[in-house]
C-alpha cells in the first residue's frame, strides 16, 4: 500500500487549497478513505471520511462547511478541497486508510498566515 499526498503550501487566510492523495498497492475502490492532520504539539485529529461508493462523508466540526473530501476510484485518488482557510488550519495533512493496519501517506504541509 502506498499513499502520496500533494498540493500542500502557503496560503493567506481566507484563501484556498486542494489537496491530493494517490493511491496504489491495494483495491482503492472498496476502501473507506480519510485526511486526518497533525498541528505543532497536537495530536493528529480525524478531518474527514468519504465512502468506498462516494456516498458518505464525514467531517470534523472545526471544517464543515469550508472542506470537501471527494474521490475518483478511475484515477485511484482522494481529494480534499479547503476553502476559507484559517490560521489554525495549519497542520500536516495525512491521506489514510485501513484494513486491519493503518496506512498513512508522508504527509504534507499546510501553512495558513498572512
Known amino acids: 500500500v502506498q499513499l502520496v499526498e500533494s498540493g500542500g503550501g502557503l496560503v493567506q487566510p481566507g484563501g484556498f487549497l486542494r489537496l491530493s492523495c494517490a493511491a496504489s498497492g491495494f483495491t482503492f475502490s472498496t476502501y473507506v478513505m480519510s485526511w486526518y492532520r497533525q498541528a505543532p504539539g497536537k495530536e493528529r485529529e480525524l478531518v474527514a471520511t468519504i465512502s468506498p461508493s462516494r456516498n458518505i462523508t464525514v467531517y470534523a466540526d472545526s471544517v464543515k462547511g469550508r472542506f470537501t473530501i471527494s474521490r475518483d476510484n478511475a484515477k485511484f485518488s482522494v481529494y480534499l478541497q479547503m476553502n476559507s482557510l484559517k490560521p489554525e488550519d495549519t497542520a500536516v495533512y495525512y491521506c489514510?486508510?485501513?484494513?486491519?493496519?493503518?496506512?498513512w501517506g508522508q504527509g504534507t504541509q499546510v501553512t495558513v498566515s498572512s
Open positions: 489514510h486508510t485501513k484494513r486491519i493496519v493503518d496506512y
